[in-house]
């Protein structure tokens, strides 16, 4: 008797023509497709063939400089997803929405509207926003602190769950007869009052299928992670080694007892960017022909950003000049990014242009290059290890890598007992096998 | 030689099971319909396949305890157009967002996707909203006055008119070759600092089909005719008689000049609810049918806010009590609507059941019951007289009326040389023969 093997879920990230950052300058790609729906109704369609739980769509309040060399300027992830709910009919669809400029209310509706829309298929990735250049487009001057986002993204949360929680299943009774469209003893006001947010409620928009959309976040931070072992349901993550990743995990899962959740109540998927190829040497050659792409031009501005420092000051052949950088106190961003780049130019000596190609290929998320068995050895391997719950899937180019995966890897997993053959559920809770919210409403008195 | 008549523009006024009150409850309508993307889409391409220029979504940021006996809880108007997008090809789609209560970058970037998804078919009809009610959704005890929030409407279109227009038609380079995605040069930040909003830039989308959405409004005050004599490509307004109608359009259009405006670069369509029969006795009876279902009990609540006054307090059978109403200077609400009202109880003597019936039909606009050619005849005369260049067209129930309309009415409209039998353009502008927006970045200096 066999025990039956735990099955992982795959989440498919998609971005613009992929994640290499040299992705879309690949013969195949077609950059200007970013704003096409079509374009990526094919790549949901494509990942909803191979079943996969879920696509995430990630999103920024800015466009700096970069974009001269980086591609953007692609769509708003909530009309997206909306479209995209049109094309596909059993697929996750998860949207990025910032807690630091966004109207609750505004978000709460709309959520509950694409949860609607796509018959009980939303999530939401709640993320806390970047830096001084989002803040100005939002009449600020700076972004708020760390610790002040993270209480705002407290309360962001506690008002929208309390706005979807308002309305009881059988609120909406639309009874002709007697001319009673909804029983208001059922649909709750909130009555929040915070110190970042007060909202009375209640929601305009009726109870939809998964009452909330699936919560997803992404923090690395001590904050991050505590607001995640409170509230989220599903955590993605950028994990560069199987040790850091089980670290994580442990971690991670290890905060949620104090909250009173069990360990299933979240999943864990980190990020993971295969190269595949029918042989190794074909992997090999596909990697080499993203690494020639790659500009060093941007990736000078992308380290410099991380390590804050203009490195262009540097010659490109040159050592990362170490002690140049600030220390680790002073850092005003993305302090764990900045730790991984310095652990790697210290355990490998980089030189600068070696450390842009290094962190080319999926922005510090783990890479690998192989053929469809080797891929899926190492995702075997992570699950089992208690390093991951699933996948979020970053191909390298579109839609090549994601061909490569669904085609290649997706198979051998499902031959393995490792990923459905099936969808067996129809909301995205389902599909992550995840409870449906027990939605209480929160009953105040006046 | 026969002068060619002057076509007509049509939109359809999207609302839930229709625009009578009771229409919820005629046993042909599906009330539980308000959040089934899948029931729009049918509407949509109902109001396409007639070759109608647009449809429009009304909103509102509150739930309010009226939703016992009247239909809400439905759709957020972005995500649904979005979703619509997808159901349909040509007809162009119309979505309400507030200046009051949304941030003009968000709401900016949302457009600009909305109209890159539907291949250049997008429309903004801007509001202020309505009501403290509103307010305490969005941190807020008091809803601002009136001239505030035009001022900051003013301001707020400003803001989104410069991040649409920042992005020169050929900024997008995608050139693999050289290794550049976009010419920064051709981007241009806003930099804009107001007494509402400041806003740097640049929009993080693409320039989309149109540069940016048919700019639509509604406004019935001086200061909303003066705005959108300045900005407005479509303004909704709701007429009860034709003499009404076409001193609103002689006014309005004629405040165009002094801001360098031709007379038909804004498109203006008065509400009009036909209920159709094919003899004059058959709509009578369908509108006998739709009276009798209407519940005094909403008729109380809704008359009561726009009278200002406690009506629950009279005998429903009595007079209105016009002796008891504040005075129009007293009045903190839609001051047109409360006059209007006042108006039909003089001339009519009637008491407040009779109110209720005469104002449930379409909230003021103007509604008709006969057959097709009878309601072809008015909508020819509006046009010829000078008191539309089309119509917002708001049939009574859902699908019904519209099936009425589109099988009735359009044909003979079509029959008479006043409407289009095929779609000639792609975009919405094209639809309505508005001109492609001229857009300048402001180009600033820093
Ligand atoms: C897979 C993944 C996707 C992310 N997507 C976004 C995003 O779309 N927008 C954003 O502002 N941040 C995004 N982040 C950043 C995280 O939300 C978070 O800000 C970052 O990991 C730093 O952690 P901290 O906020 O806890 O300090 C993402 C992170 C990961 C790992
Ligand atoms: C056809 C039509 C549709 C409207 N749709 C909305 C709407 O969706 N949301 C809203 O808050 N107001 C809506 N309004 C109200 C107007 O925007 C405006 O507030 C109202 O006519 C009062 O005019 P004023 O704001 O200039 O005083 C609509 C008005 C009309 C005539």
Chains 1, 2 share one sequence.
Do not use: C
């Not at 001084?132 to 610790?147: K, L, M, Q, W, Y």
């Not at 596909?286 to 540097?314: C, V």
């Not at 242009?353 to 890479?367: E, F, M, N, S």
């Amino acid at each position: 008797m066999s025990v039956p093997v735990k099955k992982m879920h795959l989440n498919l990230f998609v971005l613009n023509t992929g994640h290499h950052e040299a992705s879309w300058r690949h013969p195949e790609t077609m950059p200007k497709s970013v704003t096409d729906i079509h374009y990526y109704t094919r790549l949901a369609q494509m990942a909803e063939q191979a079943k996969l739980d879920s696509l995430f769509i990630a999103d920024a309040l800015v466009l700096t400089p970069a974009i001269q060399h980086k591609i953007g300027g692609g769509l708003e992830p909530l009309t997206m997803l909306s479209a995209l709910a049109m094309g596909t009919e059993r697929i996750g669809l998860i949207g990025t929405v910032s807690t630091t400029y966004t109207e609750p209310y505004n978000a709460a509706r709309m959520f509950a509207s694409l949860d609607h829309i796509s018959g009980g298929r939303a999530g939401w990735n709640s993320v806390t926003s970047v830096g001084d250049v989002t803040a100005i487009n939002f009449g600020r001057e700076r972004h708020p602190e760390h610790s002040d986002r993270y209480e705002q993204a407290k309360e962001f949360l506690e008002v929208v769950k309390g706005l979807w929680s308002g309305w009881e299943a059988d609120a909406l009774v639309a009874d002709k007869q007697s001319g009673t469209f909804a029983d208001y003893s059922k649909i709750h006001p909130l009555r929040y009052k915070g110190n970042y947010f007060s909202v009375h409620g209640p929601l305009n928009v009726a109870r939809s299928p998964q009452v909330f959309p699936v919560l997803v976040q992404a923090g690395s931070s001590d904050a991050g992670k505590e607001l995640a072992a409170e509230t989220a349901e599903l955590v993605f993550t950028a994990q560069d080694t199987l040790e850091h990743a089980k670290a994580f995990y442990a971690d991670l899962k290890g905060r949620m007892a104090k909250y009173g959740r069990h360990a299933d109540e979240l999943k864990i998927l980190p990020g993971f960017s295969p190269i595949i190829g029918a042989t190794e040497s074909e992997a090999r050659e596909k990697e080499a022909m993203l690494a020639e792409l790659i500009t060093p031009d941007f990736g000078l501005i992308r380290l410099s950003n991380s390590l804050e420092i203009d490195l262009h000051r540097y010659p490109l052949e040159g050592p990362v000049p170490l002690e140049d950088l600030p220390s680790i106190e002073q850092v005003k961003g993305q302090k764990a990014r900045f730790e991984m780049l310095v652990d790697m130019v210290k355990a490998e000596q980089l030189t600068i242009r070696q450390l842009i190609h290094r962190t080319a290929t999926a922005r510090g998320h783990y890479t690998m290059v192989g053929t469809p068995e080797q891929v899926a050895d190492v995702m075997e391997q992570w699950v089992k290890d208690g390093a991951a719950d699933g996948f979020n899937v970053m191909p390298p180019y579109f839609p090549g890598g994601l061909e490569d995966f669904v085609g290649g890897v997706v198979p051998e997993l499902q031959r393995r007992g490792l990923f459905r053959t099936e969808y067996s559920g129809r909301t995205l809770r389902e599909h992550f096998g995840l409870k449906h919210p027990d939605a209480q409403p929160v009953v105040t008195t006046t």
